[in-house]
């Protein structure tokens, strides 16, 4: 679904953790009930009603909102703040029962990026994202064995479920030992799911806040070096260029020229929050495993062009990875 300019007037407010400004408001004043109505259908898609229902819940009553979509936001702003904080509770015992079989689980996604917004408890997640080190990753993965829900997936990693949440773990590409290796990471994440299933706006908002938070911390220059040898610059690049033209965040573009973000726009918009709204997604889901890993191949080849352009060394190792993956599985 397009993003429309109220969504964004609003999308951008919540991450700048003020009101909109006068133009803006003039913008929201003159808003018919179709165009609330599709403000929240966008919130919803992208995963990020939280954040919308707190900026519309400071709107001033001059701003004409259809009764039952303001009251539907201020409901998803009070259920994503809750959650938010269950989760985060829940990590941290997660982490710490790791931490005493003698692991050091490095979290990342959900809790740890939702500290870069101003109000951490709105930036929704439904899972939990822990990375391992090679040395621990195997250890880890025994110790997981035993949980609820364990399985392995195709790329070598692992997920379990903790209290009805969903865990994912995997082995550690980067080190994260500092602010420039934070943003890599998230990056990364954001490139995958670009050339996977598709990419929400939430993910690509993760880059912008800590790029914002961590501005003064980290070393553009070592950043660029570092995405360089990742082999992401391209990518990067696009991002930036996204980042600095709609959400109104200026951060450093390694690319030594500017670049049109249409093709980042278009799947965040055909997909939504991680491509789970994209055409034909939703009925994929519910067919057989083998007919939903179908479904994702279909998707990683209708990226290919995508992919090679902005991604090339990812989308190959994707491919390694999937390939020898489903062949060890089958052996």
Same mark, same amino acid.
């Given at each position: ?27 929201? #004043? @003159?808003?018919? !009930? ?5 403000? /929240?259908?966008?919130? *919803?898609?992208?995963?990020? =009603? $939280? &954040? ?124 994260? #030992? @500092?602010?420039? !290796? ?5 990056? /990364?994440?954001?490139? *995958?799911?670009?050339?996977? =299933? $598709? &990419? ?132």
């Amino acid at each position: 679904m397009r993003l429309s300019e109220e969504f964004m007037i609003l999308f951008r407010a919540a991450l700048l953790g003020g009101n909109p400004g006068e133009e803006d408001m003039k913008v929201l #004043s @003159s808003a018919g !009930e179709e165009d609330w109505r599709k403000v /929240a259908a966008i919130a *919803r898609e992208q995963n990020v =009603t $939280g &954040l919308v229902g707190d900026v519309v819940q400071g709107l001033p009553e001059t701003i004409n909102i259809p009764e039952d979509i303001f009251l539907y936001l201020l409901a998803e702003r009070e259920k994503t703040a809750l959650q938010g904080r269950r989760m985060a509770v829940l990590a941290a015992a997660i982490i710490q029962n790791l931490k005493d079989a003698g692991l050091n689980p490095i979290l990342m996604k959900g809790p740890a990026t939702a500290a870069f917004y101003p109000k951490p408890e709105l930036r929704s997640y439904g899972d939990i994202d822990l990375y391992f080190t090679k040395d621990e990753f195997e250890i880890a993965r025994d110790i997981a064995k035993s949980a609820d829900g364990f399985s392995l997936s195709g790329d070598g990693s692992f997920h379990f479920r903790k209290d009805g949440v969903d865990v994912d773990a995997q082995l550690l590409r980067f080190d994260v #030992s @500092s602010p420039d !290796e934070v943003i890599l990471m998230l990056s /990364a994440h954001a490139m *995958r799911h670009a050339c996977g =299933t $598709g &990419l929400g706006l939430r993910q690509v908002s993760d880059v912008a806040m800590a790029c914002k938070s961590l501005e003064g911390e980290y070393d553009p220059a070592r950043l660029e070096k570092a995405l360089k040898k990742a082999g992401m610059i391209k990518w990067q690049t696009l991002l930036a260029s996204f980042i600095n033209n709609r959400l109104g965040i200026q951060i450093p573009s390694p690319g030594k020229e500017k670049i049109p973000d249409t093709p980042l726009l278009k799947i965040v918009e055909e997909g939504g929050n991680f491509g789970h709204h994209a055409s034909g997604r939703g009925k994929a889901m519910e067919k057989s495993v083998a007919g939903r890993k179908l479904d994702t191949v279909k998707r990683l080849v209708r990226k290919l062009p995508f992919s090679l352009r902005y991604a090339p060394k990812e989308t190959l190792r994707t491919i390694v990875s999937l390939t020898v993956g489903n062949f060890k599985k089958n052996a």
